[in-house]
Nanobody, 119 residues
Framework: QVQLVESGGGLVQPGGSLRLSCVASGSVFSQYFEKYTMGWYRQAPNNERELVAS???????RYSDFVKGRFIISRDNTENTVSLTMNNLQSDDTAIYYC?????????WGRGTQVTVSP
């Protein structure tokens, strides 16, 4: 059994910051977490789920163009966590943010955490 649990979402004003965290648990992650590509996705109302950022086994971060320079993804393989620091948040960033773990045919999702950017 594997589980991804996100935290850190909330309401923030435009220009503000939030830090999302995702904890991976379960026997598979206990042994192989460092080999998973971890990612953050988001889904706004009436939109498809889209990739925000990912970080692979080599710890090289990758970002979608709309967050470059504002968001930072990081991982801690000793704690089996992945984080997303979001700066200069704008109303367009309002969405449910999901943690994802992918390796080969394995593809796991958390339940998401709501981020709302509003005055």
């Amino acid at each position: 059994q594997v589980q991804l649990v996100e935290s850190g979402g909330g309401l923030v004003q435009p220009g503000g910051s939030l830090r999302l965290s995702c904890v991976a648990s379960g026997s598979v992650f206990s042994q192989y977490f460092e080999k998973y590509t971890m990612g953050w996705y988001r889904q706004a109302p009436n939109n498809e789920r889209e990739l925000v950022a990912s970080i692979g086994e080599d710890k090289t971060p990758r970002y979608s163009d709309f967050v470059k320079g504002r968001f930072i993804i990081s991982r801690d393989n000793t704690e089996n966590t992945v984080s997303l620091t979001m700066n200069n948040l704008q109303s367009d960033d309002t969405a449910i943010y999901y943690c994802n773990a992918r390796r080969g045919v394995g593809n796991h999702w958390g339940r998401g955490t709501q981020v709302t950017v509003s005055p």
